[in-house]
């Protein structure tokens, strides 16, 4: 079973930077074919997608204020987000495809989720 666990949220002022974390295992084994999901759900809204890597190919979609990155000692992902807005309130996600590996920012493709961390933007 593909456990994700979120963490890093916080509450910060607008333009502010947060760096979530996204720690990744396979009923404590290492998981190593994946793509992992970044997803942003704001109140009242559905949850999108900002960023995305795979594992496989590197095949990645960020830039902007967002940067995802991973570290395969500790066996995590993490996205950055610089120039926090009040829209960006909401619960972050990760989440890890491992059927086709593939970088999407279509929550459908994905297969595991992490229950989210709380990124709150305000003065």
């Known amino acids: 079973q593909v456990q994700l666990v979120e963490s890093g949220g916080a509450e910060v002022q607008p333009g502010g930077s947060l760096t979530l974390s996204c720690a990744i295992s396979d009923s404590g084994d290492v998981l190593a074919d994946y793509a992992i999901g970044w997803f942003r759900q704001s109140p009242g809204k559905e949850r999108e997608g900002v960023s995305c890597?795979?594992?496989?190919d590197g095949q990645r979609i960020d830039g902007g204020r967002f940067t995802v990155s991973r570290d395969w000692t500790k066996q995590a992902a993490y996205l950055q987000v610089s120039d926090l807005r009040p829209e960006d309130t909401g619960v972050w996600y990760c989440?890890?495809?491992?059927?086709?590996?593939?970088?999407?920012?279509?929550?459908?493709?994905?297969?595991?989720w992490g229950l989210g961390t709380q990124v709150t933007v305000s003065t």
């Open positions: 989440a890890a495809d491992v059927q086709f590996f593939s970088c999407s920012l279509h929550a459908p493709d994905y297969d595991y």
């Open positions: 890597l795979s594992m496989i």
